[in-house]
């Protein structure tokens, strides 16, 4: 049954009059995503990739039953699109858009702990449960439905991983990319709480990299047990320098903490299967999975 | 974006926190008049660099007369400061600060600064200023206090009074230390700062809490509405390879090594990266040409990456997503045309017309390398070394 999104998922598009948001909401619609219509202020009652756009989140709600959003807005206007979308009652919140002031970011996460919506990002790629429902701008024909779960912080390191999986006979439950922010609404450990509980998803492939601490928190809740499933991972900026943004807002070391080292370390102490060779991903995860 | 010193005491003395008295130089002659215009006893001489450690690399320095203030200056300006931080090559001095001795009792240290994994602000606070906060965390955590700051109230006084008495501070300084702190939190939310860190905040002999140091990051993302900071903006000291792609809107980090790369995506990058290394070269530097790169872009890159003296080999890894492979070796060809290229170009493409990217790539007659993985590709890229030819 995959996690978060599948065939009932109604979609609406944030930005949808965008370019972005435009091109993205045909992809969606394409790959068979329930994409039911779009918000845009000011742009109400026109149709945009073949489907209404509404002036609010609360208007595209009544009129569509809509209960996931993928937001495409600018950032000086993300913190408001998803608090828009909580308060009209979307339960899930996707957030693509990237270079949102933290403080911003402090406040969107604040208020989702007094309403019940998960919010995906930002600055992230999405998510997917292949064959099902694509909410996000990642390549849907590379995935293939199966039983392995993806969980990443970098887009293009997940889509990489995803093309060796699927070249290697291993399809995938639901691929979702978290985000490369340093404040993100869903974390890794939040990831496995609901593969956990997925009967489709069978183990979970974790990509990391530099910066935070959500690798350690994710090793550690499989330490206590909060998940049992068999799960691989890799982790990306072994030779990046201390104090440096690399790419990602939230992929910097400081102060000697976050590094590739410490986060593979607390991984393989959680009995977690490391994979060192970023081209070796999906033959090893393969052979493990076919051994056991 | 990190302030230096000096700007980061001018937002501070802005919101009403002392600082000590002081003029911001950029040569010898005015460090002497700057000297006389303090009308002080004593003054220190402070390079002014991004890079902590100054101090023990000689980048402070005591002056007690206006020639005293001109020698000093004249031993740091335009020199390269090496400290425990700043990496071998150290950095270049610019500026320097003059500024007026203060006779220190006591150093503390204050911040208020974003815990990511809490989403939450946070004070945190020391009675052992002065030395690096990560170090005092790790040798000292008895001594480092912190309280989480509710976003939508803000830090209370309250919660100042408990950090002052949980440091043990005397009864006299309990109200100068809340206002100080709670002043700090007010610059941190006004400004949208990462970071607003003094380190140390000194109890000076008549009483007074100053800034004797400071360290300000500047959220970037925030910058489109915080006008006042814009003006800030020249200051930082970037490698100049870093700075041509900075203004061609690529994301760039230069490194030490021999092999150049150029990947789309942020974590496939600094994988591709780690590639390297674990094949037995050195990546030259991190380089995203991002999602949707166009062939300015990629031009853009290419190019920085071939002015790199260092870069012996050059690494192309793209995955071809929505943004296919024939669309990035078009943008690759017409690039390599126009740029004077002279190390092996190794590319491994993969993903979408993996296939008609390859062929635009054969056709330009580039004398490229293709490598099927990304292995293959780091290890061709490094039979390409000049150790290894």
């Known amino acids: 049954?995959?996690?978060?999104?599948?065939?009932?998922?109604?979609?609406?598009?944030?930005?949808?009059?965008?370019?972005?948001?435009?091109?993205?909401?045909?992809?969606?619609l394409e790959y068979g995503t329930e994409v039911v219509g779009g918000v845009t202020p000011g742009r109400g009652g026109e149709m945009?990739?073949?489907?209404?756009?509404?002036?609010?989140?609360?208007?595209?709600?009544?009129a569509t039953g809509a209960d996931a959003t993928v937001i495409f807005v600018p950032a000086q206007y993300a913190a408001d699109a998803m608090l828009e979308a909580a308060d009209a009652g979307i339960r899930l919140i996707v957030c693509i858009t990237e270079g949102i002031p933290v403080h911003d970011m402090v406040m969107v996460r604040r208020a989702f702990e007094f309403n019940g919506s998960r919010?995906?990002?930002?600055?992230?790629?999405?998510?997917?449960?292949?064959?099902?429902?694509?909410?996000?701008i990642m390549p849907g024909y590379i995935h293939r439905p199966g039983k392995v779960g993806l969980i990443s912080r970098s887009g293009t390191l997940a889509y990489e991983a995803v093309y060796q999986l699927t070249a290697a006979g291993i399809?995938?439950?639901?691929?979702?990319g978290i985000g490369g922010d340093p404040i993100l609404g869903t974390s890794f450990a939040d990831c496995l709480r609901l593969f956990e509980q997925d009967a489709q998803t069978e183990a979970v492939l974790l990509i990391g990299e530099i910066g935070g601490m959500m690798e350690e928190d994710a090793a550690r809740l499989v330490k206590?047990?909060?998940?049992?499933?068999?799960?691989?991972?890799?982790?990306?900026?072994?030779?990046?320098?201390?104090?440096?943004?690399m790419g990602h807002a939230g992929a910097i070391i400081s102060g000697g903490a976050g590094t590739a080292k410490s986060k593979i370390a607390a991984l393989s102490s959680a009995g977690i299967t490391i994979i060192k060779d970023p081209s070796a991903i999906g033959r090893t995860v393969a052979e493990k999975l076919k051994t056991d | 974006m990190k302030l230096q010193e000096y700007q980061a005491k001018e937002l501070l003395n802005r919101a009403g926190m002392p600082v000590p008295d002081g003029e911001v130089v950029t040569t010898p002659d005015e460090a002497a008049m700057a000297f006389e215009r303090l009308d002080a006893e004593v003054a220190v001489i402070k390079a002014q660099v991004l890079t902590g450690g100054r101090g023990k690399a000689g980048g402070v320095q005591t002056v007690y007369s206006a020639d005293e203030a001109k020698e000093a200056a004249l031993r740091l300006l335009g020199k390269r400061l090496v400290t425990e931080q700043s990496g071998p090559d150290g950095v270049v001095v610019k500026n320097i600060l003059v500024e007026e001795g203060l006779t220190v009792e006591k150093e503390y240290y204050v911040a208020v600064t974003i815990d990511r994994e809490k989403a939450l602000p946070v004070a945190i606070v020391s009675a052992s200023g002065g030395m690096e906060i990560e170090e005092v965390s790790r040798t000292q955590p008895e001594k480092v206090f912190r309280e989480y700051i509710e976003p939508v109230f803000g830090?209370?006084?309250?919660?100042?009074?408990?950090?002052?008495?949980?440091?043990?501070?005397e009864h006299s300084e309990i109200a100068p230390f809340v206002d100080a702190l709670l002043k700090l939190h007010v610059i941190f939310l006004v400004n949208e700062l990462e970071l607003a860190e003094v380190n140390p905040l000194v109890k000076t002999e008549d009483g007074e809490l100053v800034a004797l140091d400071a360290k300000i990051t500047i959220d970037d993302n925030a910058l489109f509405r915080q006008e006042d900071l814009q003006f800030f903006q020249d200051s930082a000291d970037i490698d100049p390879l870093e700075a041509r792609a900075r203004a061609a809107g690529v994301n760039y980090i230069k490194?030490?090594?021999?092999?150049?790369?150029?990947?789309?995506g942020a974590g496939l990058a600094m994988a591709t990266m780690d590639l390297i290394k674990a094949c037995g070269g050195e990546p030259a530097n991190f380089l995203d040409v991002g999602g949707g790169a166009g062939k300015e872009k990629i031009r853009a890159a290419l190019g920085i990456l071939v002015a790199d003296p260092q870069v012996e080999a050059v690494l192309i890894n793209i995955f071809g997503g929505i943004l296919r492979c024939d669309v990035l070796a078009e943008g690759i060809a017409e690039a390599a045309k126009t740029l004077d290229i002279n190390v092996p170009l190794v590319v491994r493409l993969e993903g979408t017309n993996r296939e008609e990217g390859i062929e635009i790539l054969k056709q330009a007659g580039l004398g490229i390398t293709f490598a099927r993985g990304m292995r293959e590709a780091g290890e061709v890229a490094v039979s390409f070394l000049r150790s290894n030819a």
């Open chain 2, 255 to 264: 490194l030490k090594g021999n092999i150049g790369c150029m990947v789309n």
């Open chain 2, 155 to 169: 830090l209370q006084p309250y919660q100042a009074r408990k950090l002052a008495y949980r440091m043990g501070l």
């Open chain 1, 224 to 245: 206590d047990g909060g998940f049992t499933k068999p799960m691989f991972s890799y982790v990306a900026g072994l030779t990046a320098p201390e104090g440096r943004r």
């Open chain 1, 48 to 62: 945009h990739a073949g489907v209404p756009v509404f002036n609010t989140v609360e208007q595209a709600v009544d």
């Open chain 1, 171 to 176: 399809g995938q439950s639901t691929c979702i």
């Open chain 1, 1 to 28: 049954m995959s996690v978060l999104v599948d065939n009932n998922t109604r979609v609406i598009v944030q930005g949808i009059t965008g370019h972005e948001g435009g091109f993205h909401a045909k992809l969606m």
């Open chain 1, 119 to 136: 919010l995906i990002g930002p600055n992230c790629p999405g998510l997917i449960s292949p064959g099902a429902c694509k909410v996000g």
